[in-house]
């Protein structure tokens, strides 16, 4: 996960801290109210609290209580616009479901190639607890849906712009090489012995064995493979260099389309690898991210029109700062 800097930390972050000497009785004191509903000081400290460890670990110049004095001002700021994007939510009758929020977090871990527990991992290192993150999600969603229905229509893209962004952005679209692999593998357990991977290194060559002679890759692949994907005959799509253990990844992108590995024996365990396509390295065309573009655009417009949007509701609403 990126680290946040400090600018952004001042931008998103969430409540101040109360040292553990303050009494407790301060907690649930009124921190704002925003057209009748409360936020309170213990939601403030809260959101600020992972902000002001970030702080505390990765800054130290002279004007570390001013950053912090910043953030806490702006953390307020950031609850306020987001009880008014709740407030407004709820008139319009949109609401985002627990599975919702789920199907998002999945999504995100498989485009990231990564597990649930990596991802908690990682929040923790950053400070954050998956709560505060499904909670971040579900405002994302929120105010996404909210946007969409308030100003969403009257956005629009042109060719032009699509075309001067990808002019302006082509490094981002320089396709890496990658390999589409059918997979069939055997892992070696950690604490397996000299006999058992002897065992394992003969169940494979036997696999590779009966491929060499005619049976189909795929077929085996469902019978004896333990790696992902055996119902698809082991297909783990594409995958880009660098991306296999080191003896595996070497020889996906020696073979050519069509061909079998011989076995490769790895700390991980045995693969028998078969190269299904390829793609090589190179600028994406201009078709093939028409679309990806056009979102990233939408997506600005969008964002800044939020902004204006946000600061007229913020005109309009009652709000309170104790």
Known sequence: MKKINILIVLVLAGTFLIPNSVSAELVDRVAAVVNGEVITLSEWNAAFQSVQERVEKGYNGPNK?????????????????????????????????EEEINAAIRDITARQKITLEDMRKALAKEGITFEQYKEDIKENMTRQRLIRREIGSKIAVSEEEIGEYYKANREA???????????????????????????????????????????????????????????????????????LVAEADREAFRLNIGEVSDVIEASTGFHILKIVDKKGAGTKPLDAVRNEIKAKIEEEKMNRRFEEWITELRKGALIEIK
């Open 65 to 97: 209580d001013q950053i912090l004095k910043e953030a806490r001002t702006a953390t307020l700021n950031r609850l306020i616009n987001s009880k008014l994007v709740e407030l407004e939510s709820k008139k319009a009758g949109l609401t985002v479901k």
């Open 173 to 243: 679209y320089e396709g890496a090489e990658a390999v589409r692999i059918h997979l069939i593998l055997l892992p070696l357990p950690k604490d397996a012995d000299a006999q058992s991977r002897e065992r394992l290194r003969a169940e494979a060559r036997s696999i590779l064995d009966r491929i060499r002679k005619g049976e189909s890759f795929e077929a085996m692949a469902y019978q004896f493979t333990k790696g992902p994907a055996p119902e698809q005959g082991g297909d783990i799509g594409f995958v880009e260099k660098g991306s």
